[in-house]
């Protein structure tokens, strides 16, 4: 006998989509240190021409590491909003396939950085990538507020802010990163160590887990 689904049940199961997701994460992370190698006509006799070498890779070095921690903090964005989620639909499997094709293309994004120091357009590259990131973040959060059904209780208006406001900030510093290129491109890469910064102060999301009055979102 055929049964209807109860509009408020239906939904895909969100398991796969969290696995897929932390698949491209973790290659998107690894393919970050290929670039990192010495040049194949760079060879050292000496303790001090090694250290030379090794020197410079200085800009190689730092952007990965940025690289790392900018995807790092995308990962647990999206590890927090699907903290909220109990099922997920054809649109929300959609945004999240945007968002991964974003994450991986990061590794290409540090690439060009790394391999063309004087060239504003790499770092241009780089800063639109995260924003579109951002923009997806935001996009994906907007999603989950407009279907409730997807989401848990948990989800209050407090915790939206928070989360809309975080996403927001982090936005601002590619913006930063590209208007600082247009002057310098080896400043602009360090800028994004603000980024890291902002991140890892205290009053993150986490303290707001489960906490406060079951507010209405803004649907």
Not at 141 to 170: A, K, M
Request: hydrophobic share 50%; glycine share 6%.
């Amino acid at each position: 006998m055929n049964q209807t689904v109860p509009a408020q049940t239906y939904g895909l199961e969100k398991n796969r989509l969290e696995a897929l997701a932390d698949g491209i994460f973790a290659v998107s992370l690894t393919l970050l240190v290929l670039d990192i190698k010495l040049p194949e006509n760079a060879t050292a006799t000496t303790h001090d021409e090694l250290v030379r070498n090794l020197l410079g890779l200085e800009r190689h070095l730092v952007i990965y590491v940025i690289s790392f921690v900018v995807i790092g903090i995308f990962w647990i964005n999206h590890h927090v909003q699907f903290h909220f989620v109990k099922r997920t639909n054809r649109g929300l499997i959609w945004i999240n396939l945007l968002y991964l094709l974003l994450v991986s293309f990061v590794p290409f994004a540090t690439d060009l950085i790394g391999d063309h120091k004087e060239l504003v357009l790499p770092c241009e590259i780089y800063g639109f990538a995260l924003l579109a990131l951002s923009a997806t973040s935001l996009l994906h959060l907007q999603y989950l507020v407009r279907h409730p059904e997807l989401i848990s209780s948990d989800l209050t208006q407090g915790v939206y802010r928070t989360i809309n406001r975080r996403i927001e900030v982090s936005a601002i510093v590619p913006l930063l990163s590209m208007l600082a290129a247009l002057f310098s491109t080896h400043v602009a890469v360090y800028v994004y160590l603000l980024l890291a910064t902002a991140h890892f102060f205290p009053g993150t999301i986490d303290e707001r887990f489960g906490t406060g009055r079951k507010e209405r979102l803004p649907i």
